[in-house]
């Protein structure tokens, strides 16, 4: 039987098809855990980065809260050596700041509240609740407070150099180097970083100032006063809204209504609780936006309605306002929570005045009215240009209010007042030869003076009506077209107030309050007489508000300065305020970018915003902002700078803030660089930019100006 021969057949090799799939198992095996460990990777890095990220946004940072220490009123007591006036260091418009020392050997400034209003309640609630939460070597820290009864008192670190105010303006000042100003610049422009882009939510300060930026040992600035400090919420229909209602519906002891949905409220009702988890509360505080909305409508159309109501006050009716001695028609949003409040203590809600032509109102004379128009068809859309920069609120707002504080019949300082004036200008004329006599003979100083006399005072003077006539003119050509455009931004608001229309509240209410403190506390009664003496000073904040003078330094002689050098806050407030902040926008971070351009002005020039000068031929340079768009636009802008200095300082730098303070003073908010572009460009690490600066052709010569110029130059001749 033949057998079956053996063969060898070789294995057979497994189908390249199971090859094909183990490779592409294997691949995908690889490729799928490359991407698990980057998905890993990448969500450890988003917690990293987020946890860094965190670290920074110290307002909401639930997991770190920071506290603040309660004080008691008794070791606050102790420290001040009973509140003595030996130790007051400064007084503001809600209180006396007071050097004390503590047990432990540590100097602090303690600031006490004057008086316990809606308004004072709610910033001191603001300040401990946005400052508090706050730490920055940018920021004055604030160590603690004592709320007992209606006692309010907040603790801050002491600052030894006071403040930028001061240091600039401020009696027996010493002139700040160039190197000092350009620091304290950056520091602010740091601060202002750390604000908005260091805190999320960011915060807006919404009062940028030198009285608000503190010195400390080296001279570096240091921002506070968070009175009125925003804390910028992305709101209902992509808007931002701000949270500071958290005084919304809290009565005068810090109580809060039921409705209410914001935080604890340092105050009576926690008595109990010696540490505030402020952070807690400003989280909290942020998630209340439906009933936010609906208290800020109402904020915006009571308070801009009075406050426009009371710019288009006439004069006569300041005048009977001060002569009656009334006082305290404040208009704010902090009280709107309260009708009760609003009907007791503030100007009642006048639904009349939209019916009021406000260019007619401030033109008595109807040829002037013509006059403007033609100088509104010169200068066209330039009208912000010939204002102060700070839109609704003008210089003559200013003035027009300072004017009605100063004639007050009952007045006793006023004759005093007076008296220094003529002083002045004789003096002006004796020591000065070379003020020009003959343009004093004119009347020149005198128009400006004439402006703040009591009318009756000065019936029988020569030219008097004419003169000031001249005056108004002035005035009214550097702002009728505001005046006009805000009538119609009134109408608007009007009619979308009476259509129901929720806009987001911008806080205006605070500003045209006619008011003279009487409360005074123990040992501040000498320190208020004192004052007296020197005059009053009108606060957008507080109304007007008694502070000792100090002398202008600048070197020309201001007629004013004896009572215009001494309203410090008032002319912060009124000059530093961004065009949209007070007239129909929201309080933007561009709003604090607006307010230090002016402040960078201010302190490059080491003027005031608005400081007007003893002769006509320098009222252009009156309104610093004018004046430095007037140099850039014809390219001298270095004259802008500090005589102080005499010529010792870098002029790269100089020209390089200027420019800078420029572009942040843009009409177009979104045209102003962000803090953060600042910062660069101060550090040098970035070049300034070529913004498309808003420059108007220069302004053109005002009457007063160049019938006082033509006069003189024909009595010289
Ligand atoms: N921490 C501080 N250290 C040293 N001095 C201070 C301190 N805080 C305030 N001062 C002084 O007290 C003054 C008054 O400060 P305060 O904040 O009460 O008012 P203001 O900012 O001048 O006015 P307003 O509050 O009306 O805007 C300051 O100008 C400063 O000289």
Redesign the pocket.
């Known amino acids: 039987m033949p057998s079956r021969p053996f063969s060898f057949s070789p294995k057979p090799s497994p189908p390249s098809f199971f090859t094909k799939t183990s490779v592409l198992f294997l691949a995908l095996t690889i490729s799928a855990s490359v991407v698990i460990f980057c998905s890993i990777l990448y969500f450890l890095y988003h917690i990293w980065n987020s946890l860094v990220h965190r670290a920074k946004t110290i307002p909401f940072d639930a997991s770190a809260p920071l506290k603040l220490q309660r004080f008691s009123y008794k070791d606050l007591k102790q420290a001040t050596n009973g509140f003595d006036i030996s130790n007051v ?7 006396t ?1 007071f ?1 004390g020392i503590l047990k432990d050997g540590k100097l602090i ?1 303690i ?1 006490r509240l004057d008086s316990l209003s809606l308004q004072s309640e709610r910033e001191f609630q603001n300040e401990l609740q946005t400052l508090g939460g706050l730490r920055s070597p940018f920021l ?1 820290t604030l160590l603690g407070y004592s709320v007992e009864k209606s006692k309010r008192v907040l603790v ?5 150099n ?2 930028l ?2 240091s600039l303006f401020g009696e027996g000042c010493v002139s700040l180097s160039w190197e000092r100003r350009f620091c304290i610049i950056l520091d602010i422009a740091r601060a202002l970083e750390f604000l908005h882009l260091g805190c999320d939510p960011p915060v807006i300060h919404g ?1 940028i100032k030198p ?2 930026v ?1 010195l400390d040992a080296e001279c570096r600035g240091k921002i ?2 968070f ?1 009125l400090s925003r804390i910028k919420v992305e709101g209902e229909f992509g808007m931002d809204l701000f949270s500071q209602d958290l005084g919304k519906s809290q009565d005068l002891s810090g109580n809060l209504t039921a409705e209410t949905q914001t935080p604890p409220v340092i105050g009576t009702p926690v008595e109990s609780v010696n540490e505030v988890d402020f952070a807690l509360a400003l989280q909290a505080s942020s998630s209340s936006k439906n009933s936010r909305t609906c208290f800020n409508v109402r904020a915006l159309n009571l308070n801009s309605m009075n406050y426009n109501a009371n710019i288009i006050a006439s004069e006569s009716e300041i005048r009977s306002v001060n002569s009656n001695n009334a006082k305290g028609k404040e208009i704010s949003t902090l009280d709107i929570g309260g009708d009760d409040c609003w009907n007791s203590k503030f100007v009642p809600y006048d639904d009349e005045f939209s019916s009021i032509d406000y260019s007619k109102e401030l033109s008595p004379n109807a040829s002037l009215v013509d006059d403007e128009k033609e100088n509104g068809k010169q200068w066209g859309k330039d009208w912000w240009w010939r204002q102060d920069g700070s839109g609704e609120l003008c210089s003559k707002d200013y003035v027009k209010e300072w004017i009605g504080s100063q004639i007050c019949a009952s007045k006793p300082t006023w004759d005093d007042g007076k008296k220094n004036i003529h002083e002045k200008v004789v003096e002006l004329e004796n020591s000065d030869p070379t003020i020009d006599k003959a343009n004093d003979a004119n009347g020149s100083q005198l128009q400006l003076f004439d402006n703040v006399v009591d009318k009756k005072e000065l019936k029988g003077k020569k030219n008097q009506k004419n003169k000031q006539r001249k005056m108004q003119e002035w005035w009214k050509e550097e702002h009728v077209a505001e005046l006009s455009k805000k009538g119609r931004k009134l109408k608007t608001f009007q009619s979308k107030w009476k259509k129901g229309l929720k806009v987001p509240h911008f806080d205006l209410g605070r500003r045209f309050y006619i008011s003279k403190r009487k409360k005074n506390f123990g040992g501040e009664k000498d320190l208020e007489n004192e004052c007296d003496q020197n005059g009053g000073e009108f ?1 957008f ?2 109304g007007w ?1 008694k502070k000792k003078s100090t002398h202008s330094v600048g070197s020309d002689i201001d007629l004013f300065s004896h009572e215009l050098s001494s309203t ?2 008032m002319r ?2 009124l000059c530093y305020v961004a065009p949209e902040y007070g007239g129909c926008g929201f309080l933007m971070e561009k709003a604090d970018i607006y307010s230090f351009g002016v402040l960078i002005l201010v302190i490059v020039s080491g003027r005031r915003p608005l400081h007007v000068l003893a002769s006509p031929m320098k009222l252009e340079k009156a309104n610093l902002i004018s004046w430095s768009r007037h140099l850039a636009h014809v390219g001298n802008i270095l004259e802008l700078v500090d005589e102080r200095l005499k010529y010792d300082y870098n002029k790269e730098q100089a020209s390089m803030c200027i420019n800078l303070a420029l572009t942040c003073l843009q009409k177009i908010p979104e045209l102003r660089p962000d803090i953060g572009v600042i910062v660069k460009i101060l550090k040098g690490e970035m070049d300034l930019p070529s913004f498309p600066f808003q420059f108007s052709p220069s302004p053109p010569p005002s009457k007063l100006y160049t019938r006082s110029r033509r006069k003189q130059k024909g009595s010289v001749e």
């Open positions: 260091i400064g007084k503001g418009g809600s209180g700041v050097r400034a600031k004055v801050y670190e002491y600052m030894p006071r403040s105010q001061e009062d009285s608000n503190l506070s006063d009175g606060s904040r507080r508000r410090t806050s912060g407030t």
